[in-house]
């Protein structure tokens, strides 16, 4: 099934503002029932970088639990920036994508998926993805807004089992933080654990 309309404007837009040389690719489920599409592009700051972003996931639901118990759906696109370290990044993403339209996983800032990366790599300690708001595209990539939706974008980012400990006794943001304070490199899949 081709992009609609809104989510061919959608892949331009990031493409524009993030990377360069964009291609988008179909990625299918184990069934080959379900199709995600992937924006690769190369960060134009790194030659050895790729930038990865869903486009069209923005189309299923992902229902967040409001303070006041409610639920609000808020749309998002996932992005992924990946350096040589690994070969499956795209494949990492989709793997993540497939959790939310089939199997109507939610996430927002601060929601990990636990053992995703080791998916592709059996032996790898970032294991498990951290979803982050894009900080460092802030600018060029807030919430974007498309004639039938309004989409927001979240980073991945692959942490330990170590770190994601930390983050449920500690919480979020001091994770953050510390990710902060270790200027970790979020493209290296081999990167040290910062605990």
Request: aromatic share 8%; charged share 20%; net charge negative.
């Amino acid at each position: 099934m081709s992009p609609s309309q809104d989510n061919i404007q959608l892949a331009h837009a990031v493409a524009t503002a993030i990377g360069v040389d964009p291609q988008v690719y179909a990625y299918h489920d184990d069934g080959k029932k379900n199709t995600l599409h992937i924006l690769n592009c190369k960060d134009p700051l790194d030659v050895n970088n790729y930038i990865y972003c869903t486009v069209g996931l923005s189309d299923f639901p992902n229902k967040i639990e409001m303070q006041d118990g409610s639920e609000k759906n808020i749309p998002v696109e996932l992005l992924l920036s990946g350096n040589k370290s690994s070969n499956k990044w795209a494949n990492v993403l989709s793997a993540v994508g497939f959790h939310m339209t089939k199997n109507r996983w939610a996430c927002q800032p601060g929601t990990v998926f636990k053992n995703m990366v080791n998916i592709y790599h059996q032996d790898i300690a970032l294991k498990h993805l951290l979803f982050v708001e894009p900080l460092m595209w802030q600018e060029k990539l807030d919430a974007m807004k498309l004639s039938s939706k309004k989409v927001y974008f979240l980073l991945l980012i692959p942490i330990s089992d170590a770190e994601c400990s930390y983050r449920e006794k500690h919480g979020f943001d001091a994770l953050e933080n510390l990710f902060m304070k270790h200027e970790i490199d979020i493209t290296n899949l081999h990167r040290p654990s910062v605990l």
